[in-house]
């Protein structure tokens, strides 16, 4: 079985389904793309990973980091292996040095664990070749312009934060708020402020 690469292009609101978003997987060596439909909670996790947030109570998927990690299991790789009646199935490649094993999850978890062990993402050919979307030069200049991966789009609450106001604010007060955001667990807002702090470094 042939596996081929994925890499994260975006993560942004479902048009189709009201408090799910969509995950857009792209071939690494080609133009197909995967779009997978996940839910708010998942979206949130890996944007997290993705904007190298830390927050300030361990997410499930950090939970499953830390488990495995006690018990001395690294994970080797994430693959999307099947698709049945329009729903996608994954398999978390494991091992703990003597055995290697699978275990079978939902796609949006099995990716959100995989960022946070820094392990490829692979699928096969005949999920690619069902649900792949396949691209044209024009549609993928128009593509990295729309698709952005930002835990901005993942957002559960409206901080009302706006690049105005924090651009106005000290250093010091937006490491106060940045912690406050944390506390809160708003990571949103914490975005916002880090992006707002980088620019400045």
């Known amino acids: 079985m042939e596996k081929i690469q994925l890499e ?18 792209g071939e690494r060596e080609g133009n197909r793309r995967l779009p997978i439909i996940i ?8 944007a997290i990973q993705i904007e190298k947030i830390n927050p300030n109570r361990p997410l499930t998927h950090d939970l499953f980091k830390t488990f495995a990690e006690q018990l001395n299991v690294s994970i080797s790789e994430i693959v999307i292996s099947d698709l049945k009646e329009g729903v996608f199935y994954s398999k978390i490649m494991c091992t703990d040095g003597v055995k290697d094993f699978e275990l079978d999850a939902r796609p949006s978890d099995a990716i959100a664990i995989g960022l946070r062990f820094g392990v490829p993402i692979y699928t096969v050919e005949s999920v690619l070749s ?20 930002k835990s901005s789009s993942t957002s559960t609450s409206g901080s009302g934060t706006t690049k105005e106001s924090l651009s106005q604010t000290s250093v010091d007060e937006l490491n106060k708020m940045l912690n406050d955001a944390l506390e809160k667990e708003d990571y949103e807002k914490a975005a916002k402020i880090r992006d707002e702090l980088n620019k400045r470094n």
């Open 39 to 46: 839910g708010m909670f998942e979206a949130q996790s890996i």
């Open 8 to 25: 994260i292009l975006g993560l942004s609101s479902s048009q189709s389904q009201t408090g799910s978003f969509a995950l857009v997987l």
């Open 130 to 149: 069902e649900a792949g979307i396949i691209l044209s030069d024009l549609e993928e200049e128009e593509e990295s312009e729309d698709l952005t991966v």
